[in-house]
């Protein structure tokens, strides 16, 4: 059957198992730790990255399961939408930190911390919430207006001010005050 999942002595497509609860719960817990696995093994043994990426995994299969045309083990399908899951990961991180790196190097004249700050600074904005570090990079970094931030945010212009204004308050709160941002 092309396209099939085993589960058991039966075969059926994933499409049939997002359908149906129980096999779909049978095969869940059979795959899920092999993709796991898989991926602890490539995110330097960090647990709680492994289940994300699992987590992504299994739901970028389930949105795309008409694509998985049973040319190999389901499992094998899975780990490369993990693999590649992973290495989206990996460049997410890479530009946040040449985001971060340019803050570092080349603060702009407004800026009021130092290179000895840097690390400070980068703690700060990972303990941001993401929508309000995203603004703050998309801004001081990026240098993009509020249109283009609201845009890229799915937001209206006016909810990006306030959440950008947010941004900012966290930000100086958590830095202790000491910057124009």
């Given at each position: 059957?092309?396209?099939?999942?085993?589960?058991?002595?039966?075969?059926?497509?994933?499409?049939?198992?997002?359908?149906?609860?129980?096999?779909?719960?049978?095969?869940?817990?059979?795959?899920?730790?092999?993709v796991f696995r898989f991926l602890l093994a490539?995110?330097?043994?960090?647990?709680?990255?492994?289940?994300?990426?699992?987590?992504?995994?299994?739901?970028?299969?389930?949105?795309?399961?008409?694509?998985?045309?049973?040319?190999?083990?389901?499992?094998?399908?899975?780990?490369?939408?993990?693999?590649?899951?992973?290495?989206?990961?990996?460049?997410?991180?890479?530009?946040?930190?040449?985001?971060?790196?340019?803050?570092?190097?080349?603060?702009?004249?407004?800026?009021?911390?130092?290179?000895?700050?840097?690390?400070e600074v980068r703690a700060v904005l990972d303990?941001?919430?993401?929508?309000?570090?995203?603004?703050?990079?998309?801004?001081?970094?990026?240098?993009?207006?509020?249109?283009?931030?609201?845009?890229?945010?799915?937001?209206?212009?006016?909810?990006?001010?306030?959440?950008?204004?947010?941004?900012?308050?966290?930000?100086?709160?958590?830095?202790?005050?000491?910057?124009?941002?």
């Amino acid at each position: 059957m092309n396209g099939g999942v085993a589960l058991g002595a039966e075969r059926t497509t994933l499409a049939e198992l997002v359908r149906d609860e129980a096999a779909f719960r049978t095969w869940y817990d059979r795959a899920l730790p092999r993709v796991f696995r898989f991926l602890l093994a490539r995110c330097g043994g960090d647990p709680t990255l492994a289940e994300e990426l699992t987590q992504q995994t299994f739901l970028e299969a389930i949105r795309h399961r008409d694509q998985f045309e049973g040319r190999s083990d389901v499992v094998t399908w899975l780990c490369a939408i993990g693999r590649r899951k992973l290495a989206d990961h990996h460049r997410r991180r890479q530009r946040e930190e040449r985001r971060v790196r340019q803050l570092e190097v080349a603060p702009g004249p407004e800026a009021a911390w130092h290179l000895e700050d840097a690390a400070e600074v980068r703690a700060v904005l990972d303990s941001l919430p993401p929508d309000q570090r995203l603004a703050l990079i998309y801004r001081y970094l990026d240098q993009l207006p509020v249109a283009d931030i609201a845009r890229l945010l799915g937001r209206s212009e006016s909810a990006a001010q306030s959440l950008l204004a947010r941004a900012r308050d966290t930000f100086r709160a958590a830095y202790g005050g000491r910057t124009d941002a």
